[in-house]
C-alpha cells in the first residue's frame, strides 16, 4: 500500500449523498427516510516486540440508509448498508429495504427535524490529516520508551490506530447535520517471567492524543504482568470489593437498561420515574449518575445521536431516586417526553474517602482491577465473573491475585458503595477510580 495518506478528506460530500436522497424522496411508497453516511480514515502502525511490522493508511465509508413503510396502523422500518461502490444497484437496494420494512412494523413514530445543534467537542488537530503521521510516531516513541524502562517484562506487540472520522446524518422531515472527530486507540501486549509466565494486556481508547497516558499505560500493564507470575487465588468469604473504574462500566449496565424509555414503555423497567431504586441497603453514599453527551472528547459523546436528536447531559439518577429516563426519539414520543438522545458517557461524583483509605484495613480487602466477563443479568442485576487482575489487602500486606469468581447483585451492592475520591477520566468514564462495595461473595481458596 502506498505510503501516502489518502487525499479525500473525510468530511467531503460525495455524489452518492445526492442520489440517495434523490431516489428516497421520489419514492412514493416509502413514508419517512433517514441516511447516516460514516468515513474514517487514519493511520495504523504494528510492532512485533518493539520493531515496526507495518504501518498503513486506512480509508472506509459506509451508508447507513433507513426506510419507513406504512404497513396499516403499523409503521415498518428496515435498512441497508452501502458502499461507494453500490451507486449502480441504489434502485434494487431500495426495493429490497422496502420489501423488508413491509413485513411488519411498530407503532408510528416521527424522525426529528431541524433543531437547535449542539457543538461538542470531539476533534484533535494533532490526529487529523496534515500532523496524523507526527502524532503516531510521537506516540510509538513514548510507547518503546515506558517499555523499555520497566524492568523485568519483555514487549509481546503494539497496535496503534490514529484517525479521524466524519457523520453526515439527513431525513425526510429536514434534518441535516454532521460532525466529525478524532480517535486514537492502543493496544499493549507484555510478557513476564517469573513462577509463572503471563502476559497482560492492555486496549485503551480516546478522541484526543494528550488523554491518552502511554506511560501510565505501559507502566500499569507491565507491574500486573509482574505481579501475575507470582499471583494468588483469593480467600472464600464475603468481604469488601473494589471495583475499579476500567470495570464500572459494565458492572453498571443495568442501571442504563432500567433507566431507558424503551425498557419503560415496555414495562420491563424494575425502576419507576420518581422513586428510591430497588436497592436493600442504605449503608453506603447515595448513588448519582448522568448521561453525558456533550463531555469534551469522550468517546461516547456527541453533536447528535443516530436520530439526529441533539447530544445532551442528563441526570438520571439523584441521590439513589431515578429521576429521569433517556429516551431516544422513538420511545420519547411513545411516552409523551422529551428525547434526550442515546446513552452516551458515563457520569458519577467522587467520593469522601481516597483509594488509599478504601483499601486500608485489617481485611481481607478484594482490590479488582480486571474481570475476565463482567456481564451483570440487565434486568435483575445479578452477576457473578473470574477474578483476571486483583490485589489482596490484608494487615497492611498486598498481594496479587488472579482467579476465583466475585458474585452479588449490582443493586444490593449499590446500597452499600463508597466511592473513591480519586477522580480518573476513561473515555466513555468520568467519575470515581473505583467503587468499594461491601459484603460480596468471593469464591476462591
Same mark, same amino acid.
Given at each position: 500500500?502506498?505510503?501516502?495518506?489518502?487525499?479525500?478528506?473525510?468530511?467531503?460530500?460525495?455524489?452518492?449523498?445526492?442520489?440517495?436522497?434523490?431516489?428516497?424522496?421520489?419514492?412514493?411508497?416509502?413514508?419517512?427516510?433517514?441516511?447516516?453516511?460514516?468515513?474514517?480514515?487514519?493511520?495504523?502502525?504494528?510492532?512485533v516486540k518493539t520493531q515496526p511490522?507495518?504501518?498503513?493508511?486506512?480509508?472506509?465509508?459506509?451508508?447507513?440508509?433507513?426506510?419507513?413503510?406504512?404497513?396499516?396502523?403499523?409503521?415498518?422500518?428496515?435498512?441497508?448498508?452501502?458502499?461507494?461502490?453500490?451507486?449502480?444497484?441504489?434502485?434494487?437496494?431500495?426495493?429490497?429495504?422496502?420489501?423488508?420494512?413491509?413485513?411488519?412494523?411498530?407503532?408510528?413514530?416521527?424522525?426529528?427535524?431541524?433543531?437547535?445543534?449542539?457543538?461538542?467537542?470531539m476533534y484533535d488537530p494533532a490526529?487529523?490529516?496534515?500532523?496524523?503521521?507526527?502524532?503516531?510516531?510521537?506516540?510509538?516513541?513514548?510507547?518503546?520508551?515506558?517499555?523499555?524502562?520497566?524492568?523485568?517484562?519483555?514487549?509481546?506487540?503494539?497496535?496503534?490506530?490514529?484517525?479521524?472520522?466524519?457523520?453526515?446524518?439527513?431525513?425526510?422531515?429536514?434534518?441535516?447535520?454532521?460532525?466529525?472527530?478524532?480517535?486514537?486507540?492502543?493496544?499493549?501486549?507484555?510478557?513476564?517471567?517469573?513462577?509463572?509466565?503471563?502476559?497482560?494486556?492492555?486496549?485503551?481508547?480516546?478522541?484526543?492524543?494528550?488523554?491518552?497516558?502511554?506511560?501510565?499505560?505501559?507502566?500499569?500493564?507491565?507491574?500486573?504482568?509482574?505481579?501475575?507470575?507470582?499471583?494468588?487465588?483469593?480467600?472464600?468469604?464475603?468481604?469488601?470489593?473494589?471495583?475499579?473504574?476500567?470495570?464500572?462500566?459494565?458492572?453498571?449496565?443495568?442501571?442504563?437498561?432500567?433507566?431507558s424509555a424503551e425498557q419503560l414503555?415496555?414495562?420491563?423497567?424494575?425502576?419507576?420515574?420518581?422513586?428510591?431504586?430497588?436497592?436493600?441497603?442504605?449503608?453506603?453514599?447515595?448513588?448519582?449518575?448522568?448521561?453525558?453527551?456533550?463531555?469534551?472528547?469522550?468517546?461516547?459523546?456527541?453533536?447528535?445521536?443516530?436520530?439526529?436528536?441533539?447530544?445532551?447531559?442528563?441526570?438520571?439518577?439523584?441521590?439513589?431516586?431515578?429521576?429521569?429516563?433517556?429516551?431516544?426519539?422513538?420511545?420519547?414520543?411513545?411516552?409523551?417526553?422529551?428525547?434526550?438522545?442515546?446513552?452516551?458517557?458515563?457520569?458519577?461524583?467522587?467520593?469522601?474517602?481516597?483509594?488509599?483509605?478504601?483499601?486500608?484495613?485489617?481485611?481481607?480487602?478484594?482490590?479488582?482491577?480486571?474481570?475476565?466477563?463482567?456481564?451483570?443479568?440487565?434486568?435483575?442485576?445479578?452477576?457473578?465473573?473470574?477474578?483476571?487482575?486483583?490485589?489482596?489487602?490484608?494487615?497492611?500486606?498486598?498481594?496479587?491475585?488472579? @482467579?476465583?469468581?466475585?458474585?452479588?447483585?449490582?443493586?444490593?451492592?449499590?446500597?452499600?458503595?463508597?466511592?473513591?475520591?480519586?477522580?480518573?477520566?476513561? @473515555?466513555?468514564?468520568?467519575?470515581?477510580?473505583?467503587?468499594?462495595?461491601?459484603?460480596?461473595?468471593?469464591?476462591?481458596?
Amino acid at each position: 500500500m502506498s505510503d501516502a495518506p489518502p487525499k479525500a478528506h473525510v468530511a467531503t460530500k460525495p455524489a452518492l449523498g445526492d442520489a440517495l436522497r434523490k431516489a428516497l424522496s421520489a419514492d412514493k411508497r416509502i413514508t419517512a427516510w433517514q441516511t447516516r453516511r460514516f468515513a474514517r480514515r487514519g493511520l495504523q502502525t504494528y510492532l512485533v516486540k518493539t520493531q515496526p511490522e507495518s504501518t498503513r493508511w486506512t480509508q472506509g465509508e459506509t451508508y447507513d440508509v433507513a426506510v419507513f413503510v406504512k404497513n396499516g396502523d403499523q409503521l415498518g422500518r428496515a435498512g441497508v448498508t452501502l458502499g461507494p461502490g453500490d451507486a449502480s444497484q441504489l434502485a434494487s437496494r431500495i426495493d429490497e429495504a422496502v420489501y423488508m420494512a413491509g413485513l411488519g412494523g411498530d407503532t408510528p413514530w416521527a424522525l426529528p427535524g431541524a433543531g437547535t445543534k449542539t457543538t461538542v467537542e470531539m476533534y484533535d488537530p494533532a490526529l487529523g490529516q496534515g500532523r496524523v503521521r507526527a502524532t503516531s510516531q510521537q506516540l510509538v516513541g513514548a510507547w518503546r520508551d515506558a517499555v523499555n524502562a520497566m524492568p523485568g517484562v519483555r514487549p509481546s506487540s503494539m497496535e496503534l490506530f490514529c484517525g479521524e472520522e466524519a457523520t453526515r446524518l439527513e431525513n425526510s422531515a429536514g434534518l441535516s447535520v454532521e460532525s466529525t472527530a478524532t480517535r486514537v486507540s492502543l493496544l499493549t501486549l507484555l510478557l513476564a517471567s517469573g513462577e509463572k509466565a503471563a502476559e497482560r494486556y492492555s486496549w485503551d481508547e480516546r478522541r484526543r492524543a494528550a488523554d491518552l497516558d502511554v506511560k501510565g499505560i505501559v507502566q500499569r500493564a507491565g507491574q500486573e504482568a509482574l505481579d501475575l507470575t507470582h499471583a494468588i487465588v483469593p480467600p472464600s468469604g464475603q468481604y469488601p470489593v473494589l471495583i475499579d473504574a476500567d470495570e464500572l462500566v459494565g458492572f453498571l449496565a443495568p442501571i442504563e437498561n432500567n433507566t431507558s424509555a424503551e425498557q419503560l414503555y415496555e414495562k420491563s423497567s424494575r425502576f419507576e420515574v420518581g422513586k428510591p431504586l430497588p436497592i436493600e441497603a442504605k449503608n453506603g453514599e447515595p448513588l448519582n449518575v448522568w448521561s453525558n453527551a456533550v463531555a469534551p472528547y469522550g468517546l461516547d459523546s456527541y453533536a447528535f445521536d443516530n436520530n439526529g436528536v441533539a447530544g445532551q447531559r442528563i441526570q438520571l439518577i439523584k441521590d439513589g431516586v431515578f429521576v429521569h429516563p433517556w429516551a431516544t426519539k422513538q420511545y420519547a414520543d411513545y411516552l409523551g417526553t422529551t428525547p434526550t438522545g442515546g446513552f452516551a458517557n458515563w457520569e458519577l461524583p467522587t467520593g469522601k474517602a481516597s483509594l488509599a483509605e478504601l483499601t486500608s484495613g485489617d481485611g481481607p480487602i478484594l482490590y479488582v482491577r480486571s474481570f475476565s466477563w463482567l456481564t451483570p443479568d440487565q434486568a435483575r442485576g445479578n452477576f457473578g465473573s473470574e477474578v483476571r487482575v486483583g490485589y489482596l489487602y490484608e494487615k497492611g500486606v498486598k498481594k496479587p491475585v488472579k @482467579g476465583g469468581t466475585v458474585s452479588g447483585s449490582v443493586f444490593s451492592a449499590l446500597g452499600n458503595a463508597r466511592y473513591a475520591s480519586d477522580a480518573v477520566f476513561r @473515555g466513555n468514564y468520568m467519575g470515581p477510580a473505583a467503587v468499594r462495595f461491601e459484603g460480596l461473595t468471593v469464591t476462591g481458596a
